[in-house]
């Protein structure tokens, strides 16, 4: 079983599944791998949540057909490598990009699909600068304007989720309490 958040940058989705995973110790991580660079922090942690690979190394994966789920996000490729696949009989927590819901809705695997959604665009533009300390303008205008693009495709593909729950100022540290409590049935299932 896969828990999944989708939401746009910025909005809490780490934060989410680092309460996630303090509540459930027993849920695995689904490794991506990016042409993206590694941030600090995702190079420091035990949580190992991403691999690094070269852009041609990628996409002769791609062309291999071993990457799953490869989709592009802010000018760089996603994907799960064939050999990080998650096990079967196993909880696992990852993030999805909006534009694959309808591929893992046809893969098979069960997953229980949770959406965050900003208050409004200013709240979330405040999130992307205080919080994930982007200072560059462009970047986060590009961020933003993914933003708009992810959440109109939420919208759209509000029928595929478990549940979409909106980030507000007032419960931006206490809606990961709120996602505990939905997923509990479904991983004490799973785990039981």
Known sequence: MIIAFTGPSGVGKG???????????????????????????????????????????????????SVL??????????????E??????????????????????A????????????????????????YRRTTDSDEVERRLASARTDLAEMERLRHRFHHILTVTPDNERTIAEDIVSIVRPFISQELS
Do not use: C, M
């Open 15 to 65: 934060y989410a599944a680092s309460r996630l995973r303090e509540a459930f110790p027993a849920i695995k991580e689904i490794t991506w791998s990016t042409t993206r660079p590694l941030r600090p922090e995702e190079e420091k942690t035990t949580v190992q949540n991403r691999k690094h690979l070269p852009a041609d190394l990628f996409a002769l994966r791609e062309k291999e057909r």
């Open 69 to 82: 789920l490869a989709h592009e996000a802010h000018g760089h490729r996603y994907g799960i490598l064939a």
């Open 84 to 105: 990080d696949r998650p096990d079967v009989g196993a909880v696992y927590l990852t993030e999805f990009n909006v534009a694959n819901i309808p591929a893992i809705a």
């Open 107 to 130: 893969s098979g695997w069960q997953t229980v699909l949770i959406g965050l959604v900003p208050s409004s665009i200013d709240f979330l533009h405040t999130r992307i600068v205080d």
